[in-house]
């Protein structure tokens, strides 16, 4: 996770302990699966009652990539094919232009949530920073009211987590 951050068990005990809403407990869940071979490359992963509803990793935002015709090999053949045009999309389709999001794009929106108060976090134009903001035990039943007129212009995978939680208080 970097020094930043802390330990992995540590920064899932604080999503899913600490800053959970109490009406998700028990319900989401995050995973982290590091490949130290791999320049320590990491998969992150959000569960909702057992089933994964989003993953970020290098990996993921390559696939992306690829399904969506922005390599330049349809069908990439080998380890080199695969990853040829990767660095060129990253610079090409930064963050608010994807749905697909790097171990790194986590991190750091983790950090940004940590380092901001509850407001600044659902506001943020980083949507993992909103992911994270619209799970968290701070954000009051006002907020939740206005959340539900925003759900229309969230990207499509995050309305599922805005969704989750308005439903999970009642609010749907």
């Known amino acids: 996770m970097g020094k930043a951050l802390g330990s992995w068990s540590g920064m899932r005990k604080y999503l899913e302990q600490e800053m959970l809403a109490d009406s998700l407990r028990g319900r989401v869940r995050y995973g982290c699966t590091s490949y130290t071979g791999m320049d320590n490359c990491r998969i992150f992963e959000v569960c909702i009652d057992g089933r994964q509803v989003k993953r970020f990793s290098w990996e993921t935002v390559n696939s992306y990539f690829i ?3 922005y390599s330049g090999t349809e069908k990439p053949f080998g380890v080199s094919g695969y ?4 660095w060129s999309n ?3 389709y ?3 232009s994807r749905t697909e ?3 790194g794009e986590f991190c750091n929106a983790l950090k940004a949530y940590r380092n901001s108060d509850i407001q600044s976090s659902i506001r943020s134009s980083d949507p993992l920073v ?3 903001a619209v799970l968290d035990r701070r954000i009051g039943k006002r907020s939740l009211e206005r959340l539900k007129d925003e759900i229309s212009s969230q ?3 995050l309305r599922i987590f805005y969704e989750l939680r308005l439903d999970s208080e009642n609010k749907g």
Do not use: I, V
């Open 67 to 69: 399904s969506h015709g």
């Open 90 to 92: 990253m610079e090409k």
């Open 101 to 103: 999001y790097t171990d």
């Open 155 to 157: 990207p499509e995978w």
């Open 83 to 86: 990853w040829q045009d990767f």
């Open 94 to 96: 930064p963050m608010n």
């Open 130 to 132: 909103r992911m994270f």
